[in-house]
């Protein structure tokens, strides 16, 4: 039933973005816990598969500090396609930032999906996803990591744990503490 219900939802977003680079989201439909990324990159969309680049590996690396295999879970996107733009030096395609216009356009996709799924936390990963659930503009996961939240949305609360992206960790080496810090919670969490 829900993998009827996040096909038809999956046929309607490739309808509407048929010009973009799309990568959906995979997993277990009936899992307890959704992580949601900001969009993909390269590698995921010449393979199809959300988060297998270099922030997948740190993801893996943190699912399996809290002993979970990814097929366990669903991980998808706020924004289901690449957001890339031509760098004027080199003439590649690079990623680009979202846009807030784009974070909302695609919300109600997001929110669509998170009802199908009904798990019984939600994981953002980062600004991107977390704008997108909250429907904040202003939320800032630099502000509110780690920490156990709610979120209303039809006629159902869910858990919401903002993470950082795993991709932060690659820029920025001082965070690697906090984000396992922030596992560990999340890990006595789910597993309470
Ligand atoms: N970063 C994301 O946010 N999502 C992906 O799928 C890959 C990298």
Known sequence: MKEKKLN???????????????????????????????????????????????????????????????????????????????????????NRPARSEEILENREYLLREIEIIKPFIIVTLGNVPLKAVTGDMSASVGEIHGRLLSFCLGNSNYCLFPLYHPASIIYNRNLSKTYEDDIMKLKTIYFA
């Open 8 to 94: 038809e939802l999956y046929r309607e977003y490739r309808e509407r973005y048929s010009n973009e680079q799309i990568v959906l989201g995979e997993g277990n439909p009936d899992a307890e816990l959704l992580m949601i990324g900001e969009a993909p990159g390269k590698y995921e969309v010449e393979l199809g598969k959300p988060f297998v680049g270099a922030a997948g590996k740190n993801l893996s690396h943190f699912l399996d500090l809290m002993n979970l295999r990814r097929e366990s879970i669903f991980i998808t996107n706020a924004i289901k396609y690449r957001l890339s733009q031509v760098n004027p030096k080199t003439g590649r395609l690079v």
